[in-house]
């Protein structure tokens, strides 16, 4: 593993062939790492890291729209949406959610999804269906629908990439983990997640500049879009209450707090029922496909078959369900705390993000296949390691297949028995946490990670970055025992 040692960088840091074991054993096949003439001087050209990894992930969201291009016309006839792997939420919810039919989100219609995923929503349909007024059937309305919101997503899935390497410019490569994402592949625009994504990762570039009401402002922007990027607040005030910077987490708290009732409030006033729609459908939301309560509810016999009482037991009886995952991921936020207090170096703001969000996910009732989305940039940076990560995302992709096939079982016409769905359910579990795992394990050794093996200390972290800890602090001396001085 590539280290700095005496105040030096090494030069290999970010040579993935030399530093990670997985891309090292695959370089074999073509010759190798690359040599000390191919590295030293630096080679210069048009290809350079960033330009490769920019294209790299452009041709990765054109052949996303390939991939989810049967599906564009709406005509899914004989389950043509599942057999091609194609199906979006962003066809089916132009005519589910009264698009195609004019109507306003919120004012006309209830929506299932915070506001600025509704007011988005409407902003490009009602401009799509009136334009299919005025020129009648042939302009086939769910189509162009979903074009304007893939063309709109995919520019915001380049600009998160290229927001990565804004956070990684000593280590551009590990951007790469995230253009060639094969999860990122198949749901890219299954949803508007991206929607949240974006400002999110951007909150953190915000964040990392030292502008924390900027960092405030895109987070407000996120969750008013999907609820998860709230849960990024939680391990940027642990972190703030372990060094001391509690002002600026302060002001990124209450400016995000500011800027979500802006953008909400509104609605909360004039289309009460609309907005709370939201919370309504997420309280009384049963045990979805693929979550740990399934797999207890299925395992080990599959739909016909008894699973575990206590959880067919949960199935049926939604408000324990609630209080019982809602104290499970309570318990794993009190364990993470624990871990950003006690571990022998203040861990990194992005390890901390991604380990809340996985347990978010592993407790959840809820796991639809496009939340892997959250995950993806948080896990490149948390941990850029090519092993774990595809191993991960693979399993993320067969659970995407074995998904499609267990809804065309619903649908009437079976195509795998359920224990075949379970098993790549617990697959997709099981590899997500063992990532967990090690960044548990870089946390505790943080000679383990990657990111300070150059002698960086948080890039992600703005004011984190380099600060001591605050003197309240009782493990405070031993935390020198793991600090490299960070090059001038």
């Not at 964040?207 to 939680?234: D, N, Q, S």
């Not at 901390?352 to 940039?377: M, R």
């Amino acid at each position: 593993m590539a280290v700095a040692r005496a105040g030096r960088i090494d030069p290999y840091a970010d040579e993935p062939a030399r530093e990670d074991w997985f891309v090292r054993g695959v370089s074999e096949a073509v010759g190798g790492p690359l040599g000390d003439h191919a590295v030293r001087p630096p080679r210069r050209g048009f290809w350079t890291p960033v330009r490769i990894v920019l294209a790299l992930a452009c041709l990765l969201f054109a052949l996303h729209w390939v991939q989810k291009s049967p599906c564009r016309d709406g005509a899914w006839v004989n389950l043509k949406q599942y057999k091609d792997l194609c199906y979006t939420d962003v066809v089916a919810l132009y005519y589910a959610e009264g698009l195609g039919e004019g109507q306003v989100p919120y004012a006309d219609h209830k929506v299932e999804y915070p506001v600025l995923t509704g007011l988005f929503m409407g902003a490009v349909g009602l401009p799509v269906h009136a334009v299919g007024q005025a020129l009648g059937p042939a302009f086939n309305q769910g189509k162009w629908f979903y074009d304007a919101n893939a063309l709109i997503l995919c520019g915001l899935g380049v600009g998160t990439v290229a927001m990565v390497l804004a956070l990684r410019r000593r280590r551009p490569w590990d951007a790469l983990l995230l253009a060639v994402a094969p999860a990122m592949l198949f749901t890219a625009t299954v949803n508007w997640d991206l929607l949240a994504i974006a400002p999110t990762v951007g909150a953190l570039v915000a964040w990392a500049r030292r502008k924390p009401a900027l960092a405030g402002l895109l987070l407000g922007l996120g969750v008013a879009a999907k609820f998860y990027p709230l849960l990024i607040l939680g391990p940027l005030l642990v972190l703030a209450l372990r060094s001391g910077k509690l002002r600026q987490a302060g002001m990124t708290v209450l400016t995000a707090a500011a800027t979500w009732l802006v953008v909400n409030l509104p609605f909360a006033v004039f289309f009460r029922d609309a907005w709370l729609e939201f919370f309504r459908l997420n309280s009384t939301r049963g045990v979805d496909w693929g979550t740990f309560w399934y797999i207890g509810a299925h395992f080990p016999r599959g739909r016909d078959g008894a699973g575990f009482f206590p959880f067919t037991w949960l199935s049926t009886h939604i408000p324990a369900l609630n209080l019982l995952y809602g104290v499970l991921f309570a318990v794993c936020c009190l364990g993470i705390a624990a871990l950003a207090i006690l571990a022998p170096r203040r861990p990194r703001l992005a390890q901390l993000a991604f380990l809340v969000v996985a347990c978010f996910l592993l407790t959840g009732k809820v796991w639809s296949q496009q939340y892997v989305l959250w995950l993806i940039p948080l896990a490149v940076l948390a941990r850029p390691r090519w092993g774990a990560f595809l191993a991960w995302q693979l399993a993320e992709v067969g659970y995407f297949l074995a998904f499609y096939a267990e809804l065309m079982g619903a649908s009437g016409k079976g195509v795998i028995p359920e224990w075949v769905f379970v098993f790549f359910a617990v697959a997709r579990l099981i590899t997500l946490a063992v990532l967990v795992g090690y960044v548990v394990r870089d946390v505790l050794r943080p000679d383990r990670d990657a990111v300070r093996a150059d002698g960086a200390d948080d890039p992600d972290g703005g004011v984190l970055d380099g600060a001591p800890d605050a003197a309240w602090l009782p493990n405070r001396r031993r935390v020198d025992r793991f600090h490299v001085p960070v090059p001038s």
